[in-house]
């Protein structure tokens, strides 16, 4: 088996990718919601018991848990040079330009060891924190202010981001905002050198130092021919384009169509997968709001045209569009059972993202409850995670997970 397989949104779970919350969520303050993303400020102790509760559900399911910070750690620790390399980028990448204060970061985090530098570097350095830390340079004074000498990456909680699993290859993301640019270089590492990683011969479909954005969750796989794709706040048309022609291009390539959804730019839509999730091979759940007039492209392969590629809009619904694509009825499961004020508040909470763990069942928030009783209503097994805290970050159970190995349907 290689080391990344993913042909469907619903084959049974073998192996998946989580971030445990840390400290990066007690450097969250009012100030700097907006700017990181988040809504409110998660209290960390329950919101690590809520997400161990997730992991618990997928490993109870017989799904391995693998984590970002742990993959990360045991990388660095091949090599110094690995590790020397990652600080210089990460340091880079933060914007530490002054060679006194990168020297003295750098002497800070290799004080530590390999795991406690790599959640410190998540968590976010504070200027507290770094002794006889002083405003040199114009940067510094300027910034005065500013409580981090490194900024926390609370969004490092949703996996599903930064690159996503597509067949047996990974779409390395360019995140749309500077705040959640590094998680990506954790990935990048791990890929490159992990041993369980490393030599699988993972093809590349996009690369995080393209200049064109894309997440992952607008990335869907809905089987081995059709990908489903976000045109949204997050993914821009011309990261699609790229990434098509590459997929398309692979000697191995099974996919044949993907769908490109023209979603609303605005925070409540802000990925395919806020709003749209898979259940089963012909059920899907759906926030009411993008059932309606939404443009819908299909993008084929077709080596006679300039750029590589056939575009066709299709001027029908999402529910014709995708029974046709699929080739069966396809079912959509309004969120909260589309009510103005229900469906309203559970899509804001992540009612319309879920985790198939295998066809038919799935994870989902606890709070949703009106959308849980529709969907148990309906036949789908669930398995239900507490939700009071990780919701405050806008993402839920797909979100908060990569798969990076799943059985193909049969
Ligand atoms: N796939 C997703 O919808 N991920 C949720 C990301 C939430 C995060 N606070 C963000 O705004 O990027």
């Known amino acids: 088996m290689k080391p990344i397989h993913v042909f469907s949104e619903i084959g049974k779970l073998k192996k998946v990718l989580l971030h445990r919350p840390g400290e990066e969520v007690e450097n969250l303050t009012p100030d700097l919601l907006e700017r990181l993303l988040f809504d409110d ?3 960390l102790k329950i919101a690590q018991e809520e997400h161990d509760a997730f992991a618990k559900i ?7 848990v693998v984590y970002i910070e742990k993959l990360t750690a045991e990388t660095l620790d091949l090599s110094d040079d690995i590790k020397n390399n990652f600080i210089d980028e990460f340091l880079f990448e933060s914007k530490i330009h002054s060679d006194n204060m ?3 970061l750098k002497e800070y985090l290799l004080s530590m060891d390999t795991q406690a530098m790599v959640n410190k570097m998540i968590a976010g350095i504070r200027k507290t924190e770094l002794a006889g830390y002083k405003r040199t340079t114009l940067v510094d004074v300027v910034n005065d202010f500013y409580p981090f000498i490194t900024e926390p990456m609370p969004n490092i909680l949703f996996t599903r981001d930064t690159f996503a699993s597509i067949g047996n290859g990974v779409s390395f993301n360019h995140m749309y905002t500077n705040v959640r640019q590094r998680e990506t270089l954790f990935c990048d ?12 011969n993972v093809p590349h479909w996009y690369d995080r130092d393209e200049d064109t954005y894309i997440e992952g969750g607008d990335q869907l796989v809905l089987n081995k021919e059709t990908l489903a ?10 990261a699609i384009e790229k990434l098509a022609r590459k997929v398309f291009a692979h000697p191995e390539n099974t996919f044949k169509t993907i769908l490109a959804f023209d979603l609303p730019h605005q925070r409540s839509f802000m990925h395919l997968d ?23 492209f299909k993008i084929t392969s077709d080596p006679s045209s300039e750029y590589g590629l056939k575009i066709t809009v299709e001027s029908k619904d999402v529910q014709t569009v995708l029974s046709e694509t699929l080739g069966r009825q396809i079912e959509l499961i309004r969120c909260g059972n589309g009510d ?7 899509q804001w909470n992540d009612g319309a993202n879920t985790l198939a763990i295998a066809p038919n069942e799935i994870i989902v928030y606890s709070r949703n409850h009106v959308t849980n009783e529709l969907l ?20 839920g159970p797909r979100c908060m997970s990569m798969p990076l190995v799943r059985e193909d349907l049969e």
């Open 229 to 238: 794709i976000g045109i949204s706040e997050r993914t821009e048309s011309a």
């Open 340 to 346: 103005i004020i229900d469906g309203g508040r559970e």
């Open 102 to 104: 990168k020297k003295s």
């Open 41 to 43: 400020i998660p209290y």
């Open 274 to 296: 806020t709003v749209f999730t898979q259940i089963d091979h012909d059920k899907f759940t759906i926030h009411a709001g993008i059932e309606g007039p939404l443009r819908i």
């Open 189 to 200: 590492y791990v890929f490159k050198y992990h041993p369980d990683f490393k030599d699988g």
């Open 58 to 64: 997928l490993q109870d399911n017989g799904v391995e």
């Open 376 to 395: 148990a209503n309906k036949g789908v097994k669930l398995h239900i995670m507490p939700s009071s805290e990780l919701s405050r970050g806008r993402g």
